[in-house]
């Protein structure tokens, strides 16, 4: 990118039709803030100055995406596009080229932008798309030699320029020496009372500055967001071209049109994603994993041959190769599996390591402990971590089997080899190799009879 490339991210609307108190580039997409993918895609064109002007909603935005690498300008009050970039003007590099972008269009891709870029030097360059259905954006006005003339907002356009199918996606680079000069010029004499960034269109003509544009590689690239409904379309096509990129790298989807990624999702060789499956933050599948339907994954790590079962939630954990996990498995921040564990449906796991071969296959659950490989912990088991106040760890060694019903209550450990019998509380150590249990007497009572119901109750 050239030197002294500067970024202005326009976000000081309100969003009126989002109905809705928080600033419209806050609304999520793909989990993210919408002007975070418009920053994550200006930081990648690494210019040597982002400015964000902001405005509707207070200092919630610079709140939201503070960084050192950002400067935020506040507009206020709001009166156009023309005003906005005004406001930032103050904090640009001189020379080089500006490029203005907007927090609510976060679709626009990186190689779109570096073609506007790569036409700059002294030029005004516009980004365009041809749309079927051009209604709400300003139209690109040419003459009869097919050069640009003139941008013309639809409230201030004519019935005949309506019919313009070529329209202004408002993404434009401009050499910022003459931004600083043309800025000034700006008149609001039009429909809104607004001052148009636009009109710098014809400023550039009466100086001799070509007007240049690129089209969007993507029509989708420049739709911007002013409703729920947009919003709404814009998460699909995001999730669609993320579910294509997926498959073209190999893996398998059961329904592209069911999948969410709100975040990264790095796959290995012949990965399976079953229906309606949720990816968050960043997730890395090994070779061979199988994932079932209505997963929820968050900042986890799943290795090679793995398979989580349907309705599983994992969320900041490492599984080993060839687990199995769930279904209906709960694994929370800090658990470890080493491979080959095997964690089955109504488990919950956190802040704990099962070493290999290890299972607690049904209704278990284990919190704050370290536990050994080839471990067995039955149905019903329980570490009782917590005290009211602190919490405490619980350790099982290697080759422990566990019965059902067991509680374990931290800080303990259980020895190497050893068996806890079914329904024992344990509150202190349990030797290796050895049968711990809770001795009681069974008794058996003759002669007596179950309670009937009496006549006339339910």
Not at 35 to 56: D, M, N, Q, W
Not at 300 to 317: C, K, L, N, V, Y
Request: charge should be positive; include cysteine.
């Amino acid at each position: 990118m050239p030197a002294g490339l500067n970024i202005v991210i326009l976000a000081a609307g309100q969003g009126k039709r989002m109905r809705s108190r928080l600033p419209k580039v806050l609304h999520l997409l793909a989990g993210q803030p919408l002007i975070a993918h418009t920053l994550a895609t200006a930081r990648a064109l690494k210019p040597s100055r982002i400015c964000v002007v902001y405005g509707h909603g207070g200092d919630r935005v610079p709140q939201a995406m503070g960084a050192n690498d950002l400067v935020f300008v506040k507009q206020q009050p709001q009166l156009g596009t023309g005003h906005a970039v005004a406001q930032a003007l103050p904090s640009l590099e001189g020379g080089g080229l500006t490029l203005v972008l907007y927090g609510d269009v976060p679709l626009i891709g990186e190689e779109t932008l570096a073609a506007m870029i790569a036409r700059g030097g002294d030029r005004l360059t516009l980004l365009t798309a041809e749309l079927d259905d051009p209604s709400g954006y300003g139209r690109i006005v040419r003459n009869r030699r097919g050069s640009i003339t003139a941008i013309v907002e639809e409230k201030d356009a004519s019935v005949e320029q309506r019919r313009i199918r070529e329209i202004n996606s408002g993404i434009m680079a401009l050499p910022t020496d003459r931004l600083r000069d043309w800025m000034p010029r700006l008149s609001n004499n039009n429909a809104q009372s607004e001052y148009y960034l636009t009109d710098v269109v014809p400023l550039a003509l009466a100086d001799r500055v070509a007007v240049a544009h690129v089209k969007a590689r993507a029509d989708w690239e420049i739709l911007g967001v002013n409703s729920k409904q947009q919003l709404a379309q814009l998460e699909r096509i995001y999730q669609r071209t993320g579910a294509s990129r997926l498959m073209d790298a190999g893996v398998t989807l059961a329904d592209p049109a069911r999948i969410d990624v709100r975040g990264t999702l790095a796959c290995g060789a012949d990965v399976r994603i079953d229906v309606n499956c949720v990816f968050e933050g960043e997730v890395k599948l090994a070779d061979q994993v199988e994932i079932g339907a209505h997963c929820v994954i968050r900042n986890a790590e799943i290795g090679a041959g793995s398979r989580i079962e349907p309705f599983t939630h994992i969320d900041s954990a490492r599984i080993g190769a060839h687990c199995r996990v769930g279904p209906y498995a709960r694994l929370r921040p800090g658990a470890r599996l080493d491979e080959e564990v095997h964690v089955g449906n109504f488990v919950e796991v956190k802040e704990a390591q099962l070493g290999a071969r290890s299972k607690a296959n049904h209704l278990a659950y284990v919190g704050d402990a370290t536990v050994g490989r080839d471990v067995n912990i039955g149905a019903g088991t329980i570490t009782c971590n917590y005290d009211g106040a602190n919490k405490h760890r619980t350790v099982i060694e290697d080759e422990v089997q566990i019965g059902s019903d067991v509680q374990l209550v931290a800080p303990v450990t259980v020895g190497r080899g050893a068996t806890i019998g079914a329904g024992t509380t344990v509150w202190k150590s349990a030797p290796p190799g050895e049968l711990t249990v809770n001795e009681k007497t069974q008794v058996t009572k003759p002669g007596w009879k179950r309670p009937v119901k009496k006549k006339g109750e339910r």
